[in-house]
């Protein structure tokens, strides 16, 4: 069968247009295009009796390589429901990312507005003209029709419309008989054509026509626009000519979301093992659903396993981006052990482990762990022979056999520092045959790691059916990092720096910065196979999801890289940036004393100052004298992670103040030099608080002060923007997950602008506003394209930051809330429910509130103690996260009053 496109597409001299097929039978392939006149392009292909349809894009391409492409999330799709002998041609339109490209988003297409997918009919006609326009406002079990003027369109009378297929995402189809198109004489007319001053006469079609919605209540609407005209040359026999049209619109509003986040591991129902899991994620979906609430959002559910002690329940230090962790393992759905005697320890041990306030971590993980090896012994070979597991194994294979073996030999040597191991200090791709082999000694070591991964992959899987199928969102999250002695390090080294440590620097959450601990990315490697090991976790990801939130957004345009032997974040710097030279320091009219600058200023005053009566035993144990009243740090406290090991185990006030003093004192210096090059340097991050900037002159100060800004605010933001822009279009083009980004912190200019042209959704918090102009933000200034919530899981819940600063609550009471007199303390229901209405009644299209602060609303089944209700503490390292929820989702759902009120609140607001 010959296909024929046509596109027309305004190009320069030395580009070239490219039609790209993704997938079929023959795979991936690109076909050059040809043009007369550098407009309308053209090329054709063969296809193969056996194939039902042709997916496809069009890029340009120039000397430099691919200059553009189409939006790639839904592509071009041509059916071929044809007869073989018939030449298909295709009129097309080029497809620039939509405004509304989330209606295309599986958040969308497949919960909120979910359809059955429409089946495409063979063509029963020897000459077809096909429609094809796409409409992405359609709600739920809404159908595309066509009527227009003329018998074959009929007549405009409804009840005679042509009802399309929708057999693409959003995308909508009708074949008209050709035969009847020559037949209706009433919308044919003689046209006379000009060639070389000949006159000829040729019939064409002419059409005129509407799209018109029905719901599935029957109710009709049409599409805002004018009536539509086609001209159309005739069709020739066994022609099957494809034409494409401008988006249908229709008057319905925006549509706006309301939903809850809350941590897997936070869930608490009456047959749940001492943490969430994935059964209790169905139940939660229940409680959506229930209280008209039609997202869910959770924090991220990957293996963290380092050490099996509390310090892995930090969630955002996987191992694995591709393993999903043992905790979230509903026991429930397993088969029961068939030792009656160690089922009922197991329901003992639960039934404790349950009923504790928060999650005791170690326990219970060494608990299921413990379980579902048992279960391994009792199932385990029947299950790896499975149908289902051998499907799951080759899906997986790539990650999971590395996986495994990491695993294997992480509990056999006792660490996960697999640098310390005697032998296996990298993954080797030689082991991938014998760990793919049942019959191997290595696949027996690890089989129950498979196992256990299939078990929690088909756990995860029902629970995303289950929330689809209720039409609620699944949310996830993706950090920013991974565990630096993790899986994926072992495995593909390459894509890593090891030699710093990402993290943040100075913000709301943490003064001096923070520091994850977790290697930084090799963005060249990265890049250089576009972003391939990127992708390949987004596409995993949305076996479970339908959104994500991208943790620290900004780090894809740039990384706060911390020093190996820092502990905090101050000494930190952007990678990358463009750093900064001598010469271009000194113009802004700073004297630049190189070695003053960039080693830690410690004169006497500034000791004093520090540690007053500790002042003379701080000089003669930590320091040196070095001239006059200037002193250094002795060689054996010299970093901050020497003088961490130094007070390790001290907990007195007087030794943590010792401590955090010494740490001031690395951190006293102007200017950091950059990593790659020390002849350039960065202005070191709030150095405005430092003593060295304190003991500057006043010009002095003014000088570095205009430098300053330049750096942090304007000098890289065109450099961030290119350098976002090699990864993220890639990126939020791989799937078809809603996209939401994380953009709170230190936020350059470039940040808006790249989220703006990706459509990808902002983080609106009204406490903490990206205006810097005003103290709170103005909910009605929210953009569309955005997610508003009062508090994040890094953030006090709302009855905590009522209470955190009085006079910070007594402006945010008068002047956004609108009441007069004192703030009432502690926050009161009802005006806990006031400000969650306001928050609702915005313009963003997702609000999401913790599952806490909807508590806020209800005085009666609300935690007593607020502070009990808190995630994550970011100023503390090594935190523990364990919250729970202080009742169970079955009383939650019982709770006919709360829900009442919650459900009312979601209405009122015209949330769905």
Known sequence: MQITFNIQYKTVFGEELLLNIVGGEAGDRTIAMSTADGLTWTCQIEAKKSEKRVDYFYSVRNCCGIKCSEWKTITHRLDLNTKASQHIIVEDLWHEIPGDTYLYSSAFTDCVNRRAEGSVKPLAYDKALRLVVRAPQLHSGARLALTGKGAVLGDWDLK???????????????????????????????????????????????????????????????????????????????????????????????????????????????????????????????????????????????????????????????????????????????????????????????????????????RVNNAKLKYLRLLFEQEGKKVLASKEFKTFFADCERWLAPYAHYCYLRDFYGTCVFSEWPDHKQWNEADRKALSNPKSELYNKVAFYYYMQFVLDQQMRSAHEYARARGVILKGDIPIGVNRNGCDVWHEPEYFHLDSQAGAPPDAFSVNGQNWGLPTYNWDRMIADGCEWWVRRFQNMAKYFDAYRIDHVLGFFRIWAIPTDCVGGLLGQFQPALAMSRDEIQSYGLNFQEHLFTTPFIAHWVVERVFREHTEEVIKTYLNHEHDDIYSLKPEYNTERKIEAAFEGKTTEKDVWLRDGLYALVDDVLFVRDRKNPNLFHPRITAQLNFMYEALWDGDKAAFNRLYNDYYYRRNNNFWYGEAMKKLPILVQATRMLVCAEDLGMVPDCVQWVMKELRILSLELQSMPKDSSVKFGYLSRNPYRSVCTLSTHDMPTLRQWWDEDWARTQEFYNSMLYRGGAAPHPLPGWLARDIVSQQLTSPSMLCVLSLQDWFAIDERIRLADADAERINIPSIPKHYWRYRMHLNIEQLLADRDFNEQVKELIDEAGRK
Not at 166 to 180: L, P, S, T, Y
Not at 190 to 214: D, M, P, Q, T
């Open 160 to 362: 005679k419309a042509l009802h399309m297929t929708e057999h693409n995402h959003n995308e909508w189809i009708v074949d008209i008989d050709g035969d009847a198109l020559d037949a209706n004489d009433k919308n044919d007319k003689e046209v006379g054509l000009g060639n070389n001053n000949k006159i000829c006469s040729k019939l064409v079609h002419e059409l005129e026509f509407k799209f018109v919605a029905f719901s599935d209540k029957g109710e009709e609407m049409w599409e805002t626009c004018e009536n539509r005209t086609l001209t159309l040359k005739p069709l020739e026999q066994n022609e099957v000519r494809v034409v494409a049209l401008d988006q249908s619109f229709y008057a319905l509003c925006d549509e706006k979301v309301a939903g809850t986040l809350i941590p897997v591991f936070s869930l608490r129902s009456e047959g749940s093992f001492g943490v969430g899991d994935f059964g209790d994620l169905k139940l939660m979906v229940d409680w959506m659903a229930k209280t008209h609430q039609r997202l869910l959002q959770v924090l991220p559910i990957n293996d963290s396993t380092s050490t099996h002690t509390w310090t892995d329940s930090y969630p955002y230090s996987c191992i694995s981006i591709f393993a999903l962790h043992p905790q979230y393992a509903d026991l429930r759905q397993l088969p029961a052990l068939n030792d009656k005697l160690e089922a009922d320890r197991f329901e003992v041990l639960r039934e404790e482990l349950n009923a504790l306030p928060q999650i005791d971590y170690e």
